[in-house]
């Protein structure tokens, strides 16, 4: 599986191309803004989108997945199939409020797509021959999600885990303790030999936060948005 970033947006958004090459298929993860860019690089790719993942309701990473999902839509080899858009419920009340967030925030107003799929743990997201498995891991949202795509080693953590840190602790909705327990019980039993692919920043692996990142150490939490 072929795993591509672009940061996109005000936020510096790590929106993901997920893409089987054999099949031409993409699931396109946390497509925050810029739309046009994204269906650019898709296009230059031959790529069609199968899917768009959200790894939680926040308004940095699904500020521009209606706009996205509906391009995407207009693009496909037919038109009138719609690309579903995919959240865990637990989010659900945070993606209805992205109007107010914009706004907050000074942005042009935002408009939520409608939730297609709703992710559950250990849920599937089948892209050809490839599989990419849903782990709910709660704590910076209550519907966060990663993405573990066990046959590359690799796991797409939006704001749960990045380089050094960890996502914050301290907004509605959040628990330090749960983030920090999805981390430990869902994300490092999967090896220190993955490579984490962040919601912001660079990559890193889990060996590595493992051995030094501080807010794991149990004498910091928060951390980047």
């Not at 693009?75 to 992205?98: E, G």
């Not at 692919?197 to 692996?205: D, Q």
Request: charged content about 20%; overall charge negative; proline content about 7%.
């Amino acid at each position: 599986m072929r795993i591509e970033s672009l940061t996109v947006g005000p936020f510096a958004v790590n929106a993901y191309i997920l893409a089987n090459e054999s099949t031409s298929e993409a699931i396109v993860v946390d497509p925050g803004a810029d739309t046009e860019r994204l269906l650019a690089r898709l296009d230059a790719l031959g790529l069609r989108v199968r899917s768009v993942v959200a790894t939680h309701g926040h308004l940095a990473h699904v500020g521009g997945a209606r706009d996205f999902v509906e391009a995407a839509a207009r693009r496909s080899d037919a038109p009138s199939t719609p690309v579903p858009f995919c959240l865990h419920a637990d989010d659900a009340a945070i993606l209805a409020s992205l109007p107010e967030r914009a706004l907050l925030f000074g942005l042009p107003p935002a408009s939520p797509p409608g939730i297609d799929v709703e992710l559950s743990d250990s849920a599937t997201l089948e892209l050809g021959d490839e599989t990419v498995t849903i782990l709910h891991t709660p704590g910076h949202s209550p519907g966060s999600v990663c993405l573990w795509i066990e046959s590359e080693r690799a796991l797409l953590t939006g704001d749960v885990l990045f380089s050094g840190s960890v996502g914050r602790s301290d907004i509605e909705g959040s628990s330090a303790t749960r983030l920090v327990g999805s981390i430990r019980e869902r994300l490092f039993p999967l090896g220190d030999d993955v490579t984490v692919f962040p919601g912001h920043g660079s990559k890193t692996t889990l060996g590595n936060e493992r051995e030094t990142n501080p807010f794991l150490s149990g004498q910091l939490l928060g951390g980047d948005a």
